[in-house]
């Protein structure tokens, strides 16, 4: 079993829908938890980043924590056709070597 | 401010051919990663680097040699490639307090 699960897609949705997506994780010692967005032949970006659990919000993107299931989300509200790209949950214990473990991306596709 | 940059954005090499993958960052942090991106597979830990002059081993080190030149520069090197090491590396700092990674555009790199 994979430290890191994350649904592969692809998600396909309409312009202005919500999107959720989701990781699960089995290592309870993570703490720090960030989702990338990255392009099509482009590096990722990180977008949002989250210490421990609860919600956090920018702009039209929410990330959530549930760490007692261990399990984390981005909403994505009013989508738009530029936010097709793949998404990467990643995650860490933190500390000395901060050992980021990466789930495999789920590819969005927002159609007008 | 460029970032972290790595040059060539493209290579390809035939089998046994040696190459070095560069990377350079601006953003001053301590720590530099390298990591390779394969379909389905997430992104992988190659080598990283805590510090100027340190480097340690990540989940996939084999066939790679790295360089930890000074602050700034972080090396990849292959001595002789081979067609499993066709792939897409990226490089990456990482702030020191709240661990967050910051990714180069990569390098896609084909052994043919």
């Known amino acids: 079993q994979k430290e890191v699960e994350q649904d592969p897609g692809p998600l396909s949705v309409p312009e202005g829908a919500i999107v959720s997506l989701n990781c699960t994780y089995s290592n309870s010692a993570f703490q720090y938890f960030m989702w990338y967005r990255q392009y099509s032949r482009k590096g990722p970006e990180l977008l949002m980043y989250?210490?421990?659990?609860g919600n956090k919000e920018d702009g039209r993107f929410t990330a959530q924590v549930d760490k007692s299931s261990k399990y984390i989300s981005l909403f994505i509200r009013d989508s738009q056709p530029s936010d097709s790209a793949t998404y990467l949950c990643?995650?860490?214990?933190?500390?000395?070597?901060?050992?980021?473990?990466f789930g495999a991306g789920t590819r969005l596709a927002v159609h007008p | 401010n460029a970032g972290v940059t790595q040059t060539p954005k493209f290579q390809v090499l035939k089998t046994g051919q040696s190459m070095t993958l560069q990377c350079a960052q601006d953003?001053?942090?301590?720590?530099m990663y390298w990591y390779r991106q394969d379909p389905g597979m997430g992104l992988r830990l190659i080598y990283y680097?805590?510090?100027?002059?340190?480097?340690d081993k990540g989940e996939v080190p084999n066939g790679y040699n790295v360089s930890r030149l000074n602050k700034r520069e972080f090396s990849l090197r292959l001595e002789s490639a081979a067609p499993s090491q066709t792939s897409v590396y990226f490089c990456a700092t990482e702030t020191t307090v709240s661990y967050e990674q910051y990714f180069g555009p990569g390098t896609r790199l084909t052994v043919t």
């Open positions: 680097s805590a510090s100027e002059g340190t480097t």
């Open positions: 953003m001053n942090h301590n720590s």
């Open positions: 990643a995650m860490s214990e933190g500390g000395g070597y901060n050992k980021l473990i």
């Open positions: 989250t210490y421990s659990s």
